[in-house]
């Protein structure tokens, strides 16, 4: 898990360090899938259309709710081939106007699964007249998902995309069934059809971009926070950094402040400033402070921070333990970890018994551990790393090694097991 430093650049101040510094501009690859996007478990539940009043967007889940008035559609879309309608509504604030805010009205022809392909008639421009939004989105009996683009039209190129999944027939059906009861008896004056005709909801709202340099690589990207497919409003709007060629965390995003050339981070021992985001998220520029002091990291003489961690044989253990040996403190994950990675901390564990080796998995789960850890017969310490830990030590890719001296004094923040064998091995001489 990659950790994220920010500081605050105040623009009177910096003007002329970034002069004469080189602006880069990052592609932004758009229909990105966060870490939250595989565990959504959000409904499009879908409701009877029975007649052209219905109950507004905020109703859903509720009791009716009699001081707001009903929507009225002004113009039914041309419905050739479809035997049953229902309607649901789909959120997407760049389709706000002054009328109706927040959720479009959405017919859905042949809800009932049957051979017929399904249709999705979207009030795209939110104006509840169909008959101006162009073709209906389909679902033919082949599909179980599909995707749907919708535009915001006050913001040339920015779009944002949903994909809608169907529920698959004989799978969890207790709790489907209990999904039905739910959304029966808390739905107003709607009639909810069956949780089998309703659909998964997963929303692409981040882009993402690499930088790859000759010192340096990581992966930006920008989360679209307010639903409107608009990626640069400061102070909604959130950003990421992290590994390279890494998945959006989103326990790792932060905001950004009102000016988005004030916004800045730390990566990789280096210093870097947004000099801008395109609205629609197409591509970010950055550039970097060739002069900057950075703000937070680990100092080589300076004791080192303490933390506990569990072992591969469950037992808590914790760094201060160790203060009276010389530690090599490695981090990895099963896809880092080389196979000289592995032969050099084995000689490291074999030769130089007096220095304690703590090699902590980071990221992967604990069952995989054990298992390299037994099927590998690992003999040096194999333990767990945490967010907290990595927060600490400010760990950004993996793997990465750590030499302390005695008292958890650093030596060097970013040495390998091979490297750290050498210089034991030259020391010994």
């Known amino acids: 898990m990659s950790i994220k430093r920010i500081f605050a650049l105040i623009p009177i101040v910096m003007i002329g360090i970034f002069v004469g510094a080189q602006t880069t501009q990052i592609h932004m690859e758009k229909k990105v899938k966060d870490d939250f996007f595989d565990k959504s478990q959000s409904i499009l539940p879908i409701y009877k259309y029975t007649d052209e009043r219905i109950e507004p967007y905020s109703k859903f889940g509720l009791e009716i709710d009699k001081t707001k008035p009903l ?9 050739e081939g479809v035997r049953d309608t229902g309607y649901t509504y789909i959120y997407f604030a760049g389709a706000d106007n002054a009328q109706n805010q927040g959720y479009l ?19 795209r421009n939110n104006d509840f007249d169909f008959t101006n939004d162009g073709l209906p989105d389909s679902l033919t009996l082949r599909d179980n998902d599909f995707e749907i683009e919708l535009v915001n039209n006050t913001i040339p190129g920015a779009t944002y995309a949903i994909k809608l999944s169907r529920f698959k027939y004989g799978e969890n059906i207790r709790y489907k069934n209990l999904l039905t009861e739910h959304y029966k008896a808390h739905s107003g004056g709607k009639v909810f059809t069956d949780i089998n005709y309703c659909f998964r909801e997963q929303r692409y709202n981040s882009v993402a971009g690499n930088f790859k340099s000759a010192t340096d690589s990581f992966t930006i990207g920008i989360k679209d926070m307010n639903v409107n497919g ?18 959006i965390v989103s326990d790792e995003l932060f905001n950004m402040t009102p000016t988005i050339g004030n916004i800045g981070f730390e990566w990789g021992g280096k210093k870097y400033k947004l000099v801008s985001i395109e609205t629609s998220g197409s591509y970010i520029e ?26 591969v044989l469950n037992k808590k253990h914790s760094l201060k333990e160790y203060r009276k040996q010389e530690v090599f403190l490695f981090f990895w994950d099963k896809e880092s970890l080389s196979s000289e990675d592995t032969a050099y901390l084995s000689k ?8 304690k080796i703590l090699a902590l998995n980071h990221g992967d789960k604990p069952k995989q551990v054990k ?24 760990l950004e890719d993996l793997s990465r090694g750590y030499y302390l001296g005695k008292r958890c004094k650093l030596k060097n923040d970013n040495i390998t097991p091979m490297q750290m064998y050498q ?3 030259n020391k010994s001489k």
């Not at 929507?71 to 419905?79: G, L, N």
């Not at 009205?105 to 249709?119: C, H, K, P």
């Open 71 to 79: 929507y009225t559609v002004k113009k039914m879309p041309i419905m």
């Open 371 to 394: 298992i390299i850890y037994y099927y590998d017969k690992v003999q040096y310490p194999m333990g767990y790393s945490n967010s907290e830990i990595g927060a600490h030590y400010f």
């Open 230 to 247: 608009v990626y640069n409003e400061s102070c909604t709007d959130q950003l990421y950094v992290g590994p390279y060629n890494s998945q």
């Open 286 to 311: 950055l550039q970097e402070d060739l002069n900057a002091t950075l703000s937070e990291k680990l100092r080589i003489g300076r004791k080192t921070p303490n933390f506990s961690y569990i072992n």
């Open 105 to 123: 009205l959405t017919l859905v022809g042949n809800y009932r699964r049957s051979r017929r392909t399904v249709y999705f008639y979207i009030d």
């Open 348 to 355: 490291l564990h074999r030769e130089f018994p007096d220095l």
């Open 423 to 425: 210089q034991l091995l």
